[in-house]
């Protein structure tokens, strides 16, 4: 059994830069992937950027791929999303997940294999 707890969402402009954490207790986070999933009202439930268990390859949506970046801290037992040059589509309530089985790639385009999920963090990209 894990937990997961999200923080780090807000309020930012545009161009603004925010960093997510998910801490996570129970069954150590060496076994899982993580992902961060993103939500918006109206919208599927999207995989935004997503880590292997080892932490060698990942998986990032188009939308986001060279402002975002995934990583962990299996001492910590936390995951990050260091999120830049914010826009108003990157609004949407964050939730990160963990998955026992499966790739980066099929985490995020697929949620397989997700055994956890956070309760989410809302950011908001407005002027």
């Not at 059994?1 to 999200?6: R, T």
């Not at 999303?81 to 990160?96: F, H």
Request: glycine share 14%; proline share 2%.
């Amino acid at each position: 059994q894990m937990h997961l707890v999200e923080s780090g969402g807000g309020l930012v402009q545009p161009g603004g830069s925010l960093r997510l954490s998910c801490v996570t207790s129970g069954t150590s986070l060496d076994f899982y992937a993580v992902g961060w999933f993103r939500q918006v009202p109206g919208k599927e439930r999207e995989g935004v950027a997503c880590l292997d268990r080892e932490g060698g390859g990942t998986h990032y949506t188009d939308s986001v791929r060279g402002r975002f970046t995934i990583s962990r801290d299996n001492a910590l037992r936390t995951a990050y999303l260091e999120m830049s040059n914010l826009a108003a589509e990157d609004s949407g309530t964050y939730y990160c997940a963990v998955a026992i089985f499966g790739s980066s790639e099929d985490m995020c385009l697929h949620e397989g294999g997700i055994n956890f999920w956070g309760t989410g963090t809302v950011v908001t990209v407005s002027s």
